[in-house]
């Protein structure tokens, strides 16, 4: 295109009020009018807040940004006797670590059937079938958008696997 048709588009668009329209509609954000989805009063943007429970103070359980929520990875840890336990065989520790991310989407006041997305990581390819058994016990159907990688290892010591989440509420 040349700059001559550019600014032809321009003058017409000026001419005709739509270009005046159209920034109007970009630059107001449709959540300023939704008062659930919680705009920022100052910038008209939307907030972001964490949602408590964290295992850690290095990251957040979950974040919400108006509707989305972004729940953390989860692995198969759980409490017993008051200190954090992890079963060593593949089955144990994937139903946990399913419980682990329920827990979370629940928290944040989502439900599993609002999950859009899971990102699923497998430290052995040899798990997948067994994975997608417990998995599918957990989502009804149609089940979320998923990405299934396998990687070399994991940073909680013992984990075969982890997995995250984006939900809507």
Request: hydrophobic share 40%; aromatic share 8%; net charge positive.
């Amino acid at each position: 295109m040349n700059p001559n048709q550019e600014s032809t588009r321009r003058n017409f668009l000026a001419s005709t009020g739509k270009a005046a329209l159209a920034g109007a509609v970009i630059a107001t954000p449709a959540a300023a009018s939704d008062p659930k989805k919680k705009p920022d009063t100052l910038t008209g943007h939307l907030t972001r807040h964490a949602i408590p429970g964290s295992p850690s103070t290095a990251y957040s359980r979950a974040m919400q940004l108006g509707q989305l929520i972004f729940i953390a990875g989860c692995v198969g840890r759980y409490q017993k006797g008051g200190e954090a336990a992890m079963d060593k065989d593949f089955e144990s520790q994937a139903t946990q670590t399913m419980l682990n991310l329920k827990a979370s989407i629940e928290a944040s006041g989502s439900g599993m059937d609002k999950v859009l997305k899971c990102t699923c990581f497998l430290k052995e390819q040899s798990d997948f079938a067994k994975f997608n058994e417990v998995y599918m016990k957990f989502f009804p159907e149609p089940r979320p958008a998923r990405s299934t990688v396998v990687v070399k290892d994991f940073v909680v010591p013992g984990a075969l696997l982890e997995v995250d989440c984006e939900c809507h509420l």
